[in-house]
Every structure is written in C-alpha cells, then in structure tokens.
C-alpha cells in the first residue's frame, strides 16, 4: 500500500508558524474526513494531536490546527515551540483498504 | 485510565519464533479494535493489522499477510503478535494501538525486536 505523501522536513523559529502537507488520493484523503496526525519525540511513542481533519484531542495545545483542501490535509503548528520538534505523521482511511494509511513522516526542526 | 503495556525488547536469531504481548487495562477490552503498527529503524509507520477483541475479527495489511499472526486472549485483556520463523528483516521498533473508528487514541510504550544471527 502506497504512503500518504509529506514532506521531509519543515522548520521555523520559535514564536513562528509552519504547515506540513499531506497529499492523498481521491480514495482516501479526497474522499474522507478521517485524516488524524501524530507528533512522535526521539525514541517515544507516537501521540495523536488532531483527529478527522481538524479536531484537537483533550489535552493537546490550540497550537495545533488541521484542515483539509481536495486531497491534501494539513496540519498548522503555530507559536512554534522548541519542544515541538519532532516527527509528525499523518493517516487517513483509504477506501478499498484492510486498514488505515500513514504519511511518509515529517521531522519538524526549531531554528 | 487506558494503559497498553507491552513485554520487553527482545534479541532472537533468524528462524526463531516469537510472541510479544500488549496487556490493556482501563478500558473494556473487547469493546474497541487493537493493532499493531511497525517501525524500522529511521523509518516510518506502518499498519501491520488490527484485531477485534469481543469476536476476534482480525484485519493484517497486505504486506503483513501471512508473515506474521495477531491474537488476542479476552480473559486477560492481552493481545500478541507472533512470527514463526523471524528474518533479520523483522528488527523493528513495535507498537500496540487502540483504534477509535477513525483514529489511534492510545499507544503502547513499544517493543524493540532486534532479529541477528
């Protein structure tokens, strides 16, 4: 099964704010409003920090905003801060599919 | 609270056998789909397969078919993941996942499988 696609790295300075991209198809990003985004630190656990496109789980900081146009998703980091670097990974449902599909990874740097 | 608590790293040969566990806790066992989700090293996430532990529906994902086996034992709200003959291919970082409908709310703290002759 084919990966979303994202790119592989972004970076900012703190305060700034940046946008990762995640494209798809029309059989899953296009098609469904199930997109979900995942931050994972070194060596950690991935967490989730917006599910179906755009909303926040308890818990994660406003600072994190999803939206979706056609099929590509995005997730918005805002106020950048040095703890958010990371890497990040989306997901989406894909129709035809056994199971959902991850983003190929973004490793998100604070200058 | 939700927990998944999953065994210990472990260090086999090529040809081995292996079952590692994810034990649940917090929640009802049965009521939601639990997974598997793989990570090479410096490499990304990817969906291995999913059980449903209330009837033991298991989904794996096309490149997972036949390599490995899901289980889940519900008196115990464990689920394993098991290879019958490793490669060296298989070392990897895995994870357990609960999935909600449409996404993953929680992860276990990950097993580290390191597969050397």
């Known amino acids: 099964q084919s990966a979303l696609t994202q790119p592989a790295s972004v970076s900012g300075s703190p305060g700034q704010s940046i946008t990762i991209s995640c494209t798809g198809s029309?059989?899953?990003?296009?098609?469904?409003?199930?997109v979900s985004w995942y931050q994972q630190h070194p060596g950690k656990a991935p967490k989730v920090v917006i599910y179906?496109?755009?909303n926040r789980p308890s818990g994660v900081s406003n600072r994190f905003s999803g939206s979706k146009s056609g099929n590509t998703a995005s997730l918005t980091i805002s106020g950048l801060q040095t703890d958010d670097e990371a890497d990040y990974y989306c997901s989406s449902y894909r129709r035809s599919s056994t199971l959902d599909v991850f983003g190929t990874g973004t490793k998100v740097t604070v200058l | 609270e939700v927990q998944l608590v999953q065994s210990g790293a472990e260090v086999k040969k090529p040809g081995e056998s292996l079952k590692i566990s994810c034990k649940a806790s917090g929640y009802s066992f049965t009521n939601d789909w639990i997974g598997w989700v793989r990570q090479m090293p410096g490499k990304g996430l990817e969906w291995m397969g999913v059980i449903y532990p209330g009837d033991s529906d298991t989904k794996y994902s096309p490149s997972f078919q036949g390599q490995v086996t899901i289980s889940a034992d519900k008196s115990i709200n464990t689920a394993y993941l098991q290879w019958s003959s490793l490669k060296a291919s298989d070392t990897a970082m895995y994870y357990c996942?609960?999935?909600?409908?449409?996404?993953?709310?929680?992860w276990g703290q990950g097993t580290l499988v390191t597969v050397s002759s």
């Open positions: 996942a609960r999935r909600t409908d449409t996404w993953i709310d929680y």
């Open positions: 029309s059989s899953d990003v296009g098609d469904y409003n199930y």
């Open positions: 179906d496109v755009s």
